[in-house]
């Protein structure tokens, strides 16, 4: 009977060792939902590639939303613990009502990273050229679709007068779509702007980012519930952040791109050092995860002019920039 009890006290002893482990791995697993693919985010790449996150015990499981919309759900839903994402996803749900609504801990990037493609080339293009034309913009109300417009006016033309934008398409079929024979101009992220070029079916023409104002296009973002849950996690999330802003500020486009390989395993890297270098050339980039209260106002007005919203959000409901200036100071 001893012999019993005390093989028992073994079962139970290992189980609950195993129920620690396990928990323990579960803790260190980070689930981030990003809202496309693109080369327009290479400081994550880059800090998962070169082990900085494993560096803070911190393993990262990436799902692609494919698009702002999806990648919200997945925040709020719980099936993704950080959202990288457009900050006004977080308005939304903000003004929406929700109590457990996203806080913004981190800014990724400060421009547009959509270029305009056309179906021929066209060196020395006007935005004058679109009048008359339609343009795959994305789904209304996304941030793509909203710069867009947001750049058209900025360059004298008003959507739904002088030109047209889709916002029939889904933004992860727009691509799909132009090619299939919808619109005039369509807009990309990279690598799919060169790779699309280089396979001879459109071209690129400019980017819609440095047509507008520095804006906080794409954060990091997490409930407010998991914010509290997790301090420790979001600051070792941010810290590898952090040196993957470094590594793209300071590193050459070949170096870079040679990081981003793999997680761009069907891209060369040629494309990838190119696409880099489009990005770098319109300072898309941020140095510094903190977000600044101007670019946030800048958002609002592009937000409002979109129609999207009817009144406008304090900086400091949604934008919590604690972590991010605790880290960018130590840096």
Excluded at 297 to 311: E, K, W
Aim: charged fraction near 20%; charge should be negative.
């Amino acid at each position: 009977m001893k012999k019993y009890l005390i093989l028992l006290l073994i079962v139970v002893l290992t189980f609950g060792i195993c129920l620690v482990g396990c928990k323990n791995e579960k803790d260190n697993v980070v689930r981030v939902n990003e809202v496309t693919h693109s080369v327009f985010y290479a400081p994550l790449y880059v800090a998962i590639n070169q082990g900085f996150f494993e560096d803070e015990g911190i393993t990262i499981e990436m799902t692609n939303g494919g698009g702002s919309d999806k990648s919200m759900t997945a925040v709020m839903s719980g099936q993704a613990d950080i959202g990288l994402m457009g900050p006004e996803t977080a308005v939304y749900v903000r003004l929406g009502g929700s109590k457990n609504y996203p806080v913004v801990f981190g800014q990724l990037t400060r421009k547009d990273g959509s270029f305009l493609i056309g179906r021929s080339a066209d060196p020395d293009f006007s935005w004058q050229d679109l009048r008359g034309k339609e343009i795959i913009g994305g789904r209304q109300g996304g941030m793509p679709a909203m710069m867009l417009e947001y750049a058209l006016y900025a360059n004298g033309l008003t959507e739904g007068q002088d030109v047209t934008i889709n916002y029939d398409v889904q933004f992860d079929l727009i691509t799909a779509a132009f090619e299939g024979g919808t619109g005039d101009y369509c807009t990309m992220f990279e690598p799919n702007a060169t790779e699309y070029q280089a396979a001879g079916k459109g071209h690129v023409i400019t980017s819609v980012g440095a047509a507008v104002s520095d804006v906080p296009y794409t954060c990091f973002m997490a409930t407010q519930s998991y914010l509290r849950e997790k301090p420790d996690t979001v600051k070792a999330f941010m810290r590898a952040v952090m040196r993957g802003i470094d590594y793209v500020t300071e590193q050459d486009d070949a170096t870079i791109a040679a990081a981003l390989q793999p997680s761009f395993p069907s891209t060369s890297v040629e494309t990838l050092k190119n696409a880099v270098r489009a990005y770098k050339a319109i300072d898309a980039y941020k140095t510094s995860p903190v977000m600044s209260e101007a670019e946030f106002n800048t958002l609002l007005d592009v937000l409002m002019f979109a129609g999207s919203i009817d009144r406008r959000v304090a900086f400091t409901d949604i934008i919590d920039n604690t972590i991010a200036q605790s880290i960018a100071d130590a840096a």
